[in-house]
């Protein structure tokens, strides 16, 4: 596997699981973000909560497909 990719395609279904230490820090960072959103944000204030979460949603994904070896596609475990 090239050290450039931090995930590897899944055999069935789309998407992406970590394949080294750093997509594992990564998803790891993620997690992290959204419980401190939710434990900052949530209660007292859902918009600017729901507004954090999409945008750290949308900087995870980008990042994890731009860091997936071959890209992401429907697979049906025969790929």
Not at 41 to 50: D, I, N, V, W
Request: glycine residues 8%; aromatic residues 18%; positive net charge.
């Amino acid at each position: 596997m090239d050290e450039r990719y931090w995930f590897k395609q899944r055999r069935y279904g789309l998407g992406a699981t970590p394949a080294n230490w750093k997509g594992w820090a990564w998803s790891a960072a993620f997690v992290a973000a959204m419980a401190a959103a939710s434990y900052f944000l949530s209660e007292t204030r859902p918009l600017p909560f729901l507004a954090v979460a999409s945008v750290l949603t949308a900087v995870f994904l980008i990042v994890c497909w731009r860091k997936t070896e071959g890209g992401w596609r429907w697979r049906r475990g025969r790929d």
